[in-house]
């Protein structure tokens, strides 16, 4: 955990910060998960496992409505005499390249046909990417070295990684994102009775995951937008407001 008197990074994403104690049960800031833990680091751990961690609100398995933008769809429960139109702020928006997505920059791994059998690939498992898991977090290399020479993997099934430095090659390897971190606030002349942990991540990083993300492909838009159900404006996403189109007029004027 790092600590410093704060000069924060110009790309980050606030979660949370948490004033807590050391017997103190904290609460996980996901306001859909509900979970309490006994310390920071237990947070940023959950926060950061696939397996455990939920950050979108549970949907309806029948919506009544889709949302617009980003593509002018169906309106669900409309008559035959509805009519709903959509237009786009005439100069916003142009595409000056494309590069890989998410996907296709995975496929372009030269690991990636084994990982199409085995995401965990170089490991054999999700049980042995665990265990490594553990090993990288909570052992130096040298006790790494130490534990797969016990006596008791003579008798046992071994890790398919026979040393520390064969083990963070493979995790080096892996597929990453951005992850969630912790660092503790302290404000010189402010002293706190508890100590100000900040849960945060890359905002730069978090954004190119999620705009490289194909599955989020046709649900996001960049263009001011203006939906009309029989001729009566229609408010959803933050692109069909009004300030939208403010922003686009002053940006165009400026150009």
């Known amino acids: 955990m790092e600590r410093f008197n704060p000069a924060l990074p ?5 979660l949370e910060v948490n004033c807590t104690q050391s017997l103190q049960r904290i609460k ?3 306001a859909w998960c509900n979970r309490e833990f006994r310390s920071i680091h237990a947070i940023t751990e959950h926060l950061n496992s696939p397996e455990e961690s939920l950050w979108s609100e549970p949907q309806p398995q029948e919506q009544s409505h889709l949302r617009l933008p980003p593509s002018l769809r169906q309106h669900r429960g409309g008559t035959a005499s509805d009519t709903r139109t959509a237009q786009y702020h005439p100069l916003s928006g142009e595409t000056y390249g494309k590069s890989k997505n998410l996907f296709q920059q995975m496929e372009d791994n030269p690991n990636h046909k084994h990982r199409i059998q085995n995401a965990y690939y170089p490991f054999t498992g999700a ?3 665990t265990l490594a898991k553990f090993l990288a977090e909570n052992l130096t290399q040298a006790q790494i070295n130490r534990f ?11 890790p398919s990684f026979s040393s520390a430095e064969q083990l963070l090659g493979w995790i080096d390897i892996l597929p990453t994102t951005s992850t969630w971190q912790t660092v503790q606030l302290e404000i010189q002349g402010y002293p706190t009775t508890s100590p100000i942990q900040l849960i945060w991540r890359d905002a730069l990083e ?3 995951s999620i705009v490289s993300n194909p599955v989020f492909a046709s649900n996001i838009t960049f263009d001011p937008i203006k939906i009309r159900q029989n001729n009566v404006r229609e408010y959803g996403e ?5 300030e ?3 922003i686009q007029v002053r940006l165009t004027n400026n150009c």
Request: proline share 3%; glycine share 0%.
């Open 238 to 242: 933050w692109f069909t407001s009004q």
């Open 148 to 158: 797969l020479k016990l006596r008791w993997f003579r008798e046992n099934t071994k």
């Open 127 to 129: 049980a042995e990417w």
């Open 10 to 14: 110009e790309d980050f994403e606030i």
């Open 206 to 208: 978090t954004v190119k």
């Open 244 to 246: 939208a189109f403010r």
């Open 28 to 30: 996980c800031p996901n």
